[in-house]
């Protein structure tokens, strides 16, 4: 049996996500992978099952390392709920400048991981749930307007951040990043705050 080495688990998911960026998930495959990481398709295999495992493994780490940044903002005591909540659209955007290629996965490709694995949902759910709970401190604080549905505004920032990012990483230059923060700022704080 072959050993893993090095970081070529890490340089293959890295490509992976290269190449579901640049032919779509369906369109991907593992030959492209393994060029794309400069190792043999044998290589790919040793790491992962298929191309499902590795797109699978991919949402899960965005949605764990999203999910632990979120926590440490939600646990800051020195913020109050607006700038919990603004932290919180800062670490969605934040997330994503660095890899455009990671964007275009993570908008394209999430109904795909619903299809593959009904549980993985779950790391979906638990980052959103704790925004959630973000919105029931601005409630109770009174910060934020009572009447919100708080099932509502997560689909609402959730639905509208993924078409965002996927016209950011498609259009960079007709939708900058720092225009489309300020405007997700504005437009969500100023439909929930009092």
Same mark, same amino acid.
């Given at each position: #049996?072959?050993?893993?080495? +090095?970081?070529?688990?890490?340089?293959?998911?890295?490509? =992976?996500?290269?190449?579901?960026a640049?032919? +779509? %998930?369906?369109?991907?495959?593992?030959? #492209?992978?393994?060029?794309?990481?400069?190792?043999? =398709? !044998?290589?790919?295999?040793?790491?992962?099952?298929?191309?499902?495992?590795?797109?699978? @493994? /991919?949402?899960?780490?965005?949605?764990?390392?999203?999910?632990?940044?979120?926590?440490? /903002?939600?646990?800051?005591?020195?913020?109050?709920?607006?700038?919990?909540?603004? &932290?919180?659209?800062?670490?969605?955007?934040?997330?994503?400048? @660095?890899?455009? &290629?990671?964007?275009?996965?993570?908008?394209?490709?999430?109904?795909?991981?619903?299809?593959?694995?009904?549980?993985y949902?779950?790391?979906?759910?638990? %980052?959103?749930?704790? +925004?959630?709970?973000?919105?029931?401190?601005?409630?109770?604080?009174?910060?934020?307007?009572?009447? /919100?549905?708080?099932?509502?505004?997560?689909?609402?920032? %959730?639905? =509208?951040?993924?078409?965002?990012?996927q016209?950011? =990483?498609?259009?960079?230059?007709?939708?900058?990043?720092?225009?489309?923060?300020?405007?997700?700022? %504005?437009?969500?704080?100023? !439909?929930? #705050?009092?």
């Amino acid at each position: #049996m072959r050993l893993k080495e +090095g970081n070529k688990e890490s340089d293959i998911l890295e490509a =992976a996500i290269r190449v579901f960026a640049r032919y +779509g %998930f369906h369109e991907a495959k593992i030959s #492209m992978i393994a060029t794309e990481a400069g190792v043999s =398709a !044998g290589s790919v295999y040793v790491y992962y099952e298929n191309k499902e495992d590795q797109l699978l @493994e /991919i949402f899960r780490q965005i949605w764990d390392k999203l999910y632990k940044d979120l926590n440490l /903002i939600a646990e800051r005591r020195d913020l109050n709920p607006v700038e919990k909540f603004d &932290s919180l659209i800062d670490l969605l955007f934040d997330f994503f400048i @660095e890899n455009p &290629s990671l964007a275009l996965v993570f908008v394209n490709e999430q109904p795909q991981v619903q299809r593959l694995n009904k549980k993985y949902s779950q790391y979906s759910d638990k %980052f959103l749930a704790l +925004g959630e709970d973000i919105v029931r401190e601005g409630l109770t604080s009174s910060h934020f307007k009572q009447d /919100i549905d708080i099932k509502i505004l997560r689909s609402y920032i %959730f639905g =509208a951040l993924r078409h965002l990012l996927q016209q950011w =990483a498609q259009h960079p230059k007709e939708y900058p990043l720092n225009t489309l923060r300020n405007n997700v700022k %504005f437009l969500s704080k100023h !439909g929930i #705050m009092k």
